[in-house]
């Protein structure tokens, strides 16, 4: 069974910087997509930052140039670095893995709130 554990979330001042880490038991993130997503109250979910199986990544323009996604091979984790974060990133912010291109599991979420 895949269980993923995000953690990280908190208040910020508006410039601040965060570090988001999601946990994964139960599957091998080496061999997986995985993904950061955020939803802010009344938007739709959207994608933040994805990571490949290869390595290879891509952010949503609203975030490049601050947001910084990695893998961890040996801990099985994979991280969101956020800096320059601004009010509207508040945001509880999930992760996904996708395997085999089909097999969705997301976490629980990790609120994010920007003041200003």
């Known amino acids: 069974q895949v269980q993923l554990v995000e953690s990280g979330g908190g208040l910020v001042q508006a410039g601040g910087s965060l570090r988001l880490s999601c946990a994964a038991s139960?599957?091998?993130?080496?061999?997986?997509?995985t993904g950061w997503y955020r939803q802010a109250p009344g938007k739709k979910r959207e994608l933040v930052a994805a990571i490949t199986s290869a390595g290879s990544t891509n952010y949503a323009d609203s975030v490049k140039g601050r947001f910084t996604i990695s893998r961890d091979n040996a801990k099985n984790t994979v991280y969101l670095q956020m800096t320059s974060l601004k009010p509207e990133d508040t945001a509880l912010y999930y992760c996904?893995?996708?395997?085999?291109?089909?097999?969705?599991?997301w976490g629980q979420g990790t609120q994010v709130t920007v003041s200003s």
């Open positions: 139960g599957s091998n993130l080496r061999f997986a997509e």
């Open positions: 996904n893995v996708l395997l085999r291109g089909y097999d969705s599991h």
